[in-house]
């Protein structure tokens, strides 16, 4: 049974009290609903992937109740913070390089060096981020393929029964979702059209080059191409699938119990749980890379991954890594 929870006081500190537990809360921003998690939390996280049940791992947008905060997690040049005083409390979300101190789960990220995070412009989702006082993973609060829901009856009609609860702030008065600019090259890149527009950020920020046309993103649709523009982590050792052996040159991602005879191990999931799986696969990952190249071994071999609820999402970045390069 997913609670739905009244705008107002009790309501705000039941929705933080279950974020600060784990769970998943959707609120109201001012662009769409979004599926709200502990963002520090990897195992909160990894619930969002399975709840949304994305066949893949998108990086996601952390929520911060003001810049400070935000900038307290990534590194924020000047035009960052002139762009966060022209449009925070806003629907800009700025991707910018993590800090060596971010705490926020690397599977929020999807394995990135960078981060997204932006402060929404909406009274009910500032309140909740304030009482929260961690970092909010939030993507738009619908099942994969389906459309950004704007109000709490979208999100229960998606997501009831999957989720602890939506925090009802009725409906979202922009109703698109963020624009997403990425701050980490040379020239500001427009990795998703949204709330603020082109015009408006180029007034603040000269130039900017652009993914997709403000065109080709209809409002009503759910944006696909901008995953496909994010390059993702990959460890540097080659990777070898499915493995029903391991070598003593190998280093081993293992699941269930681990085969025998691994030069390093690291162990994604003793007991099955994909939920914890996907919760430790890109520090999994970067801890063996690390190993590995420490100890001199030459490849990664990976245990087998059922293809079921968050396997897939699994085995899809798992098939990345071990493409050939
Ligand atoms: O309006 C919004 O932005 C809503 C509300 C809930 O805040 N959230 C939202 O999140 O739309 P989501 O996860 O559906 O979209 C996140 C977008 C994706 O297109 C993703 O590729 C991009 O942001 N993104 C997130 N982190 C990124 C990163 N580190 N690098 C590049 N793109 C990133
Ligand atoms: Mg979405």
Known sequence: MTELLANDA????????????????AFGTETVYGLGADAT???????VFDAKGRPHFNPLICHYPDANAAFADVEAPELARHLAAA????PLTLVLPRRITCKVALLAGAGLETLAVRVPAHATALALLRAVGRPVAAPSANRSGQVSPTTAAHVLEGLGGRIAAVLDSGPCPVGVESTVLDLTGRRPF?????????EAIEAVAGPIECGVTQAAAPA????????????????????????????ADEALLAFGPPLIGAGAIFQLGATGDLIEAAANLFSGLRALDAEAARLGLRRIAVMPIPETGLGL?????????????
């Open 41 to 47: 939390n990897a195992r909160a996280v990894a619930a």
């Open 190 to 198: 427009l990795l998703r059209p949204g709330g603020a527009t082109r």
């Open 87 to 90: 449009f925070w409390p806003g």
């Open 220 to 247: 009503t649709r759910t944006l696909r191409s901008p995953g496909l523009l994010v390059s993702h982590y990959a460890p540097a050792l080659p990777v070898r699938l499915a493995a029903t052996d391991v070598a």
């Open 313 to 325: 999402a699994i085995n899809d970045r798992l098939q990345r890594a071990a493409a050939p390069r």
């Open 10 to 25: 009790a309501g705000i500190a039941r929705a933080t009290g279950l974020l600060l537990a784990g769970q998943l809360v």
